[in-house]
């Protein structure tokens, strides 16, 4: 009896031990691929983490090659902040390694799905699906949590004519109401879809927290490039939102029930686009303590006529959303269209509002919100609607007690999509906000005197002036009566010339000294610009009227 149980007993610890070396957790660097690999599918190697679970970090370097595999990768026992899993390609050219499905229906409508998974990164793969009227490349659900998606190619199918029923069937990353916290897109590249990243999270569902969508290019997606339902504090930053298909209702950026949001240094270009806006934030707040913020874009919408409204930002249902330093250009042909849309308890300033799409700049002014420091502009007939049309910034001003630090000013762009400019009005004339002190291409901002707009530049980025020796004004800013002083110790002569913003001249007269006493009593107060013009150089300053 004592030797059968002995025997019994050594059985039992083989088969222990057997069993933890035919399944033991997998840590180290493993490859995929064909030439001598771990694994021949990334499948293959997906089966072994579900099988056997990890117990440190696990790097799967993927071989050149095209993987037609469909990948459903479900919690990994062992993954944690400590533990992670990363799938790349060995070369680190995303464009040596792809994988694609044809889904044909919507219960197989990926090719590689997040189900419950934590703590994966995919890094420089290209994912792409083959279907047509499903086509998602990529779905995150069951709460799949800390998934990163770094320095990827992620193509989905031209849309033209989209089911709009369907749509989402088409979008290129999807999650269908369950995704978890910390989902992070940076540096990847989407092409085509209906849209680009679609979090459809169920309304009155728990905030999903760490969303990160940072230095991503999203080109040609349909109409909703970035769009985010039931999140807090998401991050939008440095991204290119490039469309180029007509489309209808096109919104680079949808923001659903979103709160404490950062939207920040994108540009949105919609270069054929029947009505819509390049951000639109639905019932998304911020807090009186800590206010949204929407600083720093480039936003072009080019509205085609006749179909809908159009809007630069559009907030609606919004509170303590704060609007700075923004660039906004509609052009084309719609008079239903307005550059900002404002709500409660928002803050817009330093932003030029621009209209050549003979609409207005504001549609409407909701309560508590300010607006000031800003560089308007419409082709259209009025400036805004508060209580009825407004055609001129001073008739805005008296009805609405809000812009009277801001400028009526055509801006001069570089294209009407490139938004940097060197408009002279605009130099300086902004209000100094000390949370941002970078513009849009990270150059640091005058903190005393910004500019306007998303682009701070320097006078001397207007080659038309040849700054020689400076001339000084004082005091400036002044009630209209002010002196010109200038180093002129041999009495050259030169032309003192002064223009409103709009380049009417409404002052001239010649200085062969180094002084100068001017009176301008009978103008209003606003910005003015004085050019002393000598033979072989000119020179210009702001002059302020107050």
């Known amino acids: 009896m004592k030797t059968n149980k002995t025997v019994r007993f050594y059985i039992v610890i083989i088969f222990l031990l057997c069993s933890n070396y035919s399944h033991s957790q997998m840590n180290g660097t493993y490859t995929i691929g064909l030439a001598s690999p771990n694994y021949q599918t990334i499948q293959a190697a997906v089966d072994s983490l579900i099988t056997n679970g990890i117990n440190g970090d ?12 469909q990948l459903t990768i479900p919690n990994i026992s062992g993954s944690s ?29 990926f090719t590689i799905k997040f189900d419950g998974a934590s703590y994966i990164t995919v890094k420089k793969i290209t994912i792409t699906s083959l279907g047509t009227n499903f086509s998602r490349c990529i779905e995150i659900s069951n709460g799949s949590s800390n998934i990163s998606f770094l320095n990827n190619e992620l193509i989905g199918q031209v849309v033209t004519s989209p089911n709009w029923p369907s749509w989402s069937n ?11 916290n910390n989902i992070v ?38 109409s909703y490039p970035i769009n985010l339902k039931e999140q807090t504090s998401p991050y939008i930053y440095n991204n290119i939102i490039n469309s180029i298909t007509i489309s209808y209702d096109f919104t680079g950026i949808l923001l659903y029930h979103c709160y404490n949001f950062s939207i920040m240094k994108n540009k949105i270009a919609a270069p054929n686009s029947y009505g819509g806006s390049g951000i639109s934030m639905v019932a998304s707040v911020g807090t009186a303590v800590s206010p949204s913020l929407i600083a720093n874009n480039f936003i072009h919408i080019n509205v085609i006529t006749g179909y809908n409204s159009a809007e630069g930002i559009a907030d609606w249902f919004g509170d303590y959303n704060n609007v700075y330093y923004n660039s906004i250009h509609l052009t084309g042909n719609e008079t239903n269209s307005n550059v900002i849309q404002c709500y409660n308890n928002s803050l817009i300033k330093n932003n030029i509002l621009t209209n050549h799409a003979f609409g207005t700049v504001y549609s409407s002014l909701m309560a508590n919100t300010e ?4 560089a308007v502009f419409t082709n259209g007939t009025n ?52 949370s941002i002190y970078l513009d849009i291409d990270n150059d640091i901002r005058n903190m005393t005197h910004p500019d306007i707009g998303a682009d701070e530049f320097n006078l001397s980025d207007i080659q038309i002036i ?34 409103e913003i709009t380049g009417k001249i409404i002052y001239n007269t010649y200085l062969t000294g180094s002084k100068k006493n001017i009176i301008l009593n009978e103008y209003s107060k606003g910005i003015y610009f004085i050019t002393l013009t000598g033979t072989d150089n000119s020179m210009i300053q702001k002059l302020i009227l107050k």
């Open 185 to 222: 897109f940076d540096k990847n590249l989407f092409y085509y879809g209906f849209g680009g990243i679609y979090f459809n999270n169920d309304l009155g569902s728990y905030l999903k927290s760490g969303t990160l969508i940072t230095n991503n290019y999203f080109n040609d997606q349909y």
């Open 466 to 499: 040849n700054i020689g020796k400076c001339f000084a004004l004082y005091p400036n800013p002044n009630d209209g009566e002010f002196i010109l002083e200038f180093e002129n110790p041999y009495n050259h002569l030169y032309e003192i010339e002064i223009k």
């Open 170 to 180: 088409q979008v290129i990353v999807y999650s269908p109401g369950n995704q978890g």
């Open 371 to 374: 607006t000031d420091f800003n």
């Open 58 to 69: 696990v790097t799967f370097n993927i071989q050149p090659g095209t993987y037609n595999e």
């Open 383 to 434: 400036i805004g609607m508060y209580n009825g049309p407004h055609p001129t910034l001073a008739d805005w001003q008296t009805a609405t007690g809000n812009d009277y630090n801001s400028i009526f000013v055509e801006p001069s762009f570089v294209t009407n999509s490139d938004l940097h400019t060197n408009t002279i009005a605009l130099n300086g004339s902004a209000l100094p906000i000390s």
């Open 81 to 109: 902040n400590v533990n992670s899993i990363l799938f790349q390609s060995s070369t680190g050219d995303s464009s040596d390694v792809v994988v694609e499905y044809n889904p044909s229906s919507d219960s197989d409508n």
